[in-house]
Every structure is written in structure tokens, then in C-alpha cells.
């Protein structure tokens, strides 16, 4: 009955190998140090079986994570987000998508508007070209999403207006598969009247 109680709340495992030591001991085949390197043992098992337990779910935590990260925003890409809207221009605009090479000041002008690729480079030297309100220096500077690239038609000294062809990049849409063309979603005027103030910058 004492050997009962020791071995009492024990896994079946234990149970049964201390009993074959206790028997073996008995017969004189084992030794103390035989019984304790047993329980050494059965520990290590136990602990190697843990182990493998924890390191399953450890796994499983992070298949779950990078499964996560899979179901980000489709929208969301390495290009520039679309600009925001400004209430304060005239809504007679229209939306178009282009195809440009790169993001230079007169390609992007050039799809914008629609015109000659000449007529971009007549105006920038008569120095009718601006980015952001500021006279453009180089008609090669890149532009970026959000940028405002205005060609100017006519200036009103009397009521201090401006008149204007304006192009912004919204947003880069994508590559294309079989080209180096960037699509590029863009808002024109073909003509835009707004004061010097508002139009230029110092």
C-alpha cells in the first residue's frame, strides 16, 4: 500500500517504470543510480514532448500573423495615395488616365493637356510654365502626385487675373506589363481663370 500512494496521480508512463525498477532493484539487476538516470529520463521525454507542443503553436501564431499581413487593403501600394480634393477651384475640370513615360514636368504636361510637345517647349521659354505657383526653371524637373503644373494663356493687368491650362497628377495607377509606361490618373483645365495671387508664388 505504500508503494501505492508514491506512485499515486503518476502518468501510466511513470507508473510502469517505476515499478519495473522497483522490481528489477529487488531482483539486484538495478541499482539507485539506474532508477534516478530512469527518471532523468522519462523528464527528458516529457520535456522534449513540450517542447514540440509549444513550438507547434509558436508556428501556428505566426502562420496566422503573416496571414494578416496577406489581407492588407488591396488598395494599398507603393505608389502615392490620390490628392485631396480643393474646394476653392472651378469644378470644370475634367478626369483623364494617361500613359507617360516618365514623370518630367513636359511629359506629364504633354498627356495632360494633349498637345504638341513644341508648344510645351515654346511656352517654357517664354516663360509660361509653373509648378506649385513658382516659374518652372527646368522643363526635365520631375513632378510628383498632388503637384499643380500650370501653363499660362494670358495675364489681365487690370483685374489682376490670370488665365490658365492646369494639369495635376492624382494618382499612379500602375505599370504597364509589356511597356516602361507609367498610367497615371490626372485632373485639366483646358482653361482656368484665377487671380495672380492665388495662381503664383513668390
Known amino acids: 500500500m505504500k508503494g501505492y500512494s508514491i506512485v499515486t496521480g503518476w502518468s501510466a508512463n511513470m507508473q510502469s517504470l517505476v515499478v519495473q525498477a522497483l522490481a528489477m532493484r529487488q531482483l539486484g539487476r538495478l541499482n539507485p543510480r539506474h532508477l534516478l538516470a530512469a527518471g532523468y529520463g522519462l523528464r527528458q ?15 501556428a501564431q505566426e502562420e496566422d500573423e503573416e496571414d494578416k499581413e496577406d489581407e492588407k487593403d488591396p488598395e494599398d501600394s507603393d505608389y502615392e495615395d490620390e490628392v485631396d480634393e480643393n474646394p476653392t477651384l472651378p469644378k470644370d475640370y475634367k478626369d483623364v488616365e494617361k500613359y507617360v513615360q516618365s514623370f518630367r514636368y513636359d511629359v506629364i504636361m504633354k498627356a495632360g493637356l494633349d498637345i504638341a510637345r513644341n508648344k510645351i517647349e515654346d511656352a517654357f521659354y517664354n516663360n509660361k510654365l509653373r509648378i506649385n505657383g513658382q516659374r518652372l526653371i527646368k522643363k526635365s524637373k520631375t513632378v510628383k502626385v498632388g503637384d499643380t503644373l500650370d501653363l499660362v494663356l494670358s495675364e489681365n493687368q487690370e483685374t489682376n487675373t490670370v488665365t490658365l491650362m492646369r494639369v495635376i497628377p492624382r494618382r499612379v495607377l500602375g ?9 497615371v490618373a490626372m485632373r485639366r483645365w483646358k482653361r482656368i481663370e484665377l487671380s495672380k495671387d492665388e495662381a503664383f508664388k513668390p
Do not use: L
Open 45 to 59: 521525454a516529457e520535456w522534449f514532448k513540450s517542447n514540440k507542443k509549444k513550438g507547434a503553436a509558436r508556428a
Open 175 to 183: 505599370q504597364s506589363s509589356n511597356t516602361e509606361n507609367y498610367k
